[in-house]
């Protein structure tokens, strides 16, 4: 088969694969899966919007270290070096063998597209942006978990809760250390080309040892002026997601901006140092419940240490501010130290414990937004947004096993 050149390699491949005979093209589908359960502990949990009535919990909870799911993975040969690929990701529910997205049956991800080994690939469907992709790469939910370990609600989008519909990305292949991704998912609101709309790009440098990623996200609402999240906003998961007590005030904006940088230094093969910030911006509209941009700030560190070839420790710290606005001069803040152990049964089965502690200050919006100055309280990682605590602390502690097929 002709070799394809030139910036047209990936329209070239999509002719390729209309001629390809099964003869000359190789292809394979892959099933692949995660199961996660274990045992939560969390000191105080209430309802999102509550500041009282808080009482301890235990529970079962599943997609801690690692997100239920089933899917399927393809990929064509299509000769020349390109390929046709596409992943079918389906999210369930571990302790009741129920759906993760209700009236999604491949709500995690599901789309299809082209790449060439030298000019990079072209996806099109629901798919992760590149912000949350190549920041990952240095991620403090790698070792300490998004359930426990994520910033708080996961605010910046440095876990898996952001998704984006009818999304067109396309991804550089890796040269001289340097990886870049960029991507535009569309509204489709008639007479409005970015209602609703999302776009994203970043970038990934590693030399040697060392890295370093940088990331920026958009994330238009697709009501008019704020207020509802739209149905026609594309980055939603059956609706807003990542909404948290930290961010409940907030959650009629307009549009979300999200700007971080991640980086990483293996100091050994079993000892690694991970860095990173964000700056997140909530951004109000005519019809949102608050006036004034709320913007949050967070730095973190995760320090990853191998003791043997079964054997992960990690720890971690992260602050989180937000600035003075719609009334707040008291602005809330929050800290968080979290640890992770993980013993490896096998290659694909692990037992892990996690502990984790936030401390919240200062004040924040309620639900009614604006109208509503409260109390900021605490909220540990993304997997108790729902279940913040009513006070000021939390504290939360888990023991689980994870196996991947």
């Known amino acids: 088969m002709k070799r394809f050149a030139g910036t047209g390699a990936l329209i070239a491949a999509a002719g390729a694969a209309i001629c390809a005979t099964p003869a ?3 292809s394979s589908v892959t099933l692949y899966g995660i199961i996660d359960t274990g045992v939560v502990y969390q000191s105080s949990s209430t309802s999102l919007g509550s500041t009282s009535g808080g009482h301890s919990a235990v529970k079962l909870a599943t997609g801690i270290w690692a997100g239920d799911r089933i899917g399927f993975k393809g990929n064509e040969d299509l000769g020349g070096g390109n390929h046709a690929l596409f992943v079918l990701e389906s999210g369930y529910n ?10 999604a049956m491949f709500g995690r991800q599901a789309f299809i597209g082209l790449a060439n080994d030298k000019y990079g690939s072209l996806t099109l469907g629901r798919q992760y942006t590149p912000y949350y992709l190549l920041l990952s790469t240095y991620s403090p939910t790698t070792w300490l978990t998004g359930f426990f370990g994520a910033h708080p609600g996961d605010l910046d989008s440095l876990d898996t809760v952001f998704r984006a519909n009818n999304t067109v990305m396309y991804t550089s292949p890796t040269l001289y250390g340097l990886k870049v991704s960029a991507s535009y998912s569309l509204g489709g609101v008639p007479g409005s080309f970015n209602s609703g709309a999302t776009w994203s790009a970043a970038a990934l440098y590693q030399a040697g040892p060392a890295g370093i990623a940088v990331g920026f996200m958009r994330v238009n609402n697709s009501t008019p002026g704020g207020g509802p999240w739209g149905a026609n906003s594309t980055l939603t998961s ?6 948290s007590s930290a961010t409940n005030g907030y959650a009629t904006n307009a549009a979300q901006q999200r700007v971080a940088v991640t980086a990483g230094y293996n100091f050994t093969q079993n000892l690694d140092l991970s860095l990173s910030y964000s700056n997140v911006q909530y951004i109000p509209g005519i019809h949102s419940l608050f006036t004034d941009q709320a913007t949050f700030n967070t730095e973190g560190a995760v320090l990853h240490l191998r003791v043997a070839p079964a054997w992960d420790f990690a720890a971690g710290y992260s602050y989180t501010r937000a600035t003075k606005s719609n009334g707040i001069s008291d602005n809330a803040s929050y800290s968080q130290f979290n640890l992770s152990e993980y013993y490896a049964l096998s290659k694909r089965t692990g037992i892990y414990a996690l502990q984790a502690y936030q401390r919240a200050n200062g004040k924040t919006l309620g639900t009614a937004g604006g109208s509503s100055i409260i109390a900021a309280t605490a909220s540990l990682g993304d997997g108790f947004n729902s279940t913040p605590a009513s006070g000021r602390s939390m504290f939360a502690a888990g023991l689980a096993i994870i196996h991947r097929f």
């Not at 059956?238 to 909404?243: D, E, K, P, R, S």
């Open 238 to 243: 059956g609706g807003q997601v990542a909404i």
């Open 94 to 103: 571990g302790t009741t063998g129920g759906a993760q997205f209700s009236g």
């Open 24 to 26: 000359c093209a190789q």
